[in-house]
C-alpha cells in the first residue's frame, strides 16, 4: 500500500533549518533581533502598517480585543464554524460571543445575518476566512461603520489572500493571522497582529509581556495586566524562511485546488467549495459529504480512506454544539447552515509539496469509498 498521504505538511527548506541552527548558536533564542526583522518584512506585506508577532493567533485574538476595550456585558459577533478559539477570546474577555449562521456558498459569515444580531452591547464584529477564503469585507465593513462597530478580522487561515486585489492584512481594521504549523507559512507556532495605525503599538507590546515598560534608567514599570505572547527568535527565523515562498506556495495551492475540481464530480453527490482562484490562499480544500444518503457516517468515511493511503481532516465542528456552548444555552437547530455543514465537512490533502499524481490519488480513493457509501 502507498504511505500515507497527509491532509498538510509545512514545506521547510534547508537555508531556514541553517537559520534556525544559526538562531540555537548565537544564544539569544527568544524575542530578539530576528524577530525585529520579521515584523519588518510582515509589515512590508501590509502596505507599511504596524505589526506585532505574537506567539499564536489566539494571542493576537486577545490582543485586539483587549485594545478596543472589549469587557463583561459586551456582545461580539462571530461565526460557529471556525476553530473554537475564535470564540473563547471572547469569553475570555468578559464578553459574550453571538453567533450568527454562514452563506452556505462561501461558509463564511453571512453579512446579512450579522446586521440581524446587533443590539445596543454589541461591541465587535469577528469575521473569520475559513479556508482561506476571505469574508465579505464591503458587507462587513459597510455594517461596521454604520452601527460604530470595531473590526477584528480572523484572518487565521488566509496570509496570502486578498480582497478585490488587495492582501488581507493591508486595510482595514485589526486583523489576526496565525502562523501555526498547518498554515501556508509557519513559524512552528505563532501568529501576528496588524494594528490599523501606530497608535496601538505601545499597549500591543506591553499587552504580549506582562506589561512591562522598559524605562531609559533600565528599570521597569508595570501598568496593565499584560500576558506571556511574545515570539521566540528561533520561530522568527523559520518565519523569515518562509516568507520569501508565499507567492509559490500560493500559486502551488491554487494549481493543486484547479486539479480538484478538475478530477471531481459533484454529481457523484458531495458539495464542493466555492471555486475562487483570484482572492482564496487555498490553505484548505474541503468538500461535504451526502450524510442522509450515505450508509455509514463521516468517522466510517474517514478510516477507510486512511486504509486507502489518505488521511483527511475535519475542520470545523459547529462551536455552539460544544459543552462548553451548550451550557451557555445554545443547542441543535439554531444555525442550520453551520451544523450541516460542519457535520459533513472533510479536509482534503493540499499543501504545496503535493505531485499531481498525490491528488489524482485522492480523486480515485474518494469516488470508490462514496460509491461504498452509497451502495
Known amino acids: 500500500m502507498n504511505s500515507i498521504l497527509p491532509f498538510t505538511r509545512p514545506a521547510i527548506d534547508e537555508a531556514t533549518i541553517e537559520s534556525v541552527t544559526a538562531v540555537l548558536r548565537s544564544g539569544w533564542l527568544t524575542s530578539g533581533p530576528k524577530v525585529q526583522a520579521f515584523e519588518g518584512e510582515l509589515s512590508a506585506l501590509m502596505g507599511g502598517r504596524p505589526v506585532r508577532s505574537l506567539n499564536s493567533g489566539t494571542a493576537a485574538l486577545e490582543i485586539a480585543l483587549n485594545l478596543i476595550g472589549i469587557q463583561p456585558g459586551d456582545e461580539v459577533i462571530t461565526t460557529p464554524l471556525s476553530w473554537v478559539a475564535t470564540a473563547n477570546v471572547i469569553l475570555h474577555a468578559g464578553a459574550t460571543p453571538v453567533f450568527v449562521d454562514i452563506d452556505p456558498v462561501t461558509r463564511n459569515i453571512d453579512p446579512r445575518r450579522v446586521a440581524e444580531a446587533i443590539t445596543p452591547r454589541t461591541r465587535a464584529i469577528i469575521p473569520v476566512d475559513l479556508a482561506g477564503l476571505p469574508a465579505d469585507r464591503d458587507a462587513l465593513y459597510d455594517i461596521a461603520w454604520k452601527h460604530g462597530l470595531r473590526v477584528i478580522e480572523d484572518a487565521a487561515q488566509s496570509f496570502g489572500s486578498s480582497w478585490h486585489g488587495k492582501p488581507i492584512g493591508s486595510f482595514g481594521d485589526l486583523v489576526a493571522f496565525s502562523f501555526h504549523a498547518n498554515k501556508n507559512i509557519t513559524t512552528g507556532e505563532g501568529g501576528c497582529l496588524v494594528l490599523p495605525d501606530a497608535s496601538l503599538v505601545p499597549a500591543c507590546e506591553k499587552m504580549r509581556l506582562q506589561g512591562v515598560v522598559r524605562l531609559a534608567d533600565g528599570s521597569m514599570e508595570v501598568d496593565l495586566p499584560g500576558g506571556k505572547f511574545n515570539l521566540t527568535d528561533l520561530a522568527a527565523a ?45 490553505h484548505m480544500f474541503q468538500l461535504v459529504l451526502p450524510l442522509g444518503d450515505m450508509r455509514f457516517g463521516r468517522g466510517e468515511f474517514i478510516a477507510r480512506m486512511r486504509a486507502r493511503g489518505i488521511a483527511l481532516g475535519v475542520h470545523y465542528p459547529p462551536i455552539h454544539l460544544f459543552h462548553l456552548y451548550r451550557a451557555l444555552g445554545h443547542h441543535e437547530g439554531e444555525f442550520p447552515q453551520a451544523e450541516r455543514i460542519g457535520a459533513g465537512t472533510i479536509t482534503l490533502p493540499l499543501f504545496p509539496a503535493m505531485s499531481d499524481h498525490d491528488v489524482q490519488r485522492v480523486c480515485d480513493a474518494l469516488h470508490v469509498t462514496l460509491q461504498e457509501a452509497l451502495s
Open 238 to 282: 523559520i518565519g523569515l524562511g518562509q516568507l520569501p515562498h508565499l507567492g509559490e506556495f500560493t500559486a502551488r495551492r491554487r494549481a493543486l485546488a484547479r486539479l480538484y475540481f478538475a478530477r471531481l464530480d459533484p454529481a457523484a453527490g458531495f458539495e464542493l467549495p466555492l471555486a475562487n482562484f483570484s482572492d482564496s490562499n487555498w
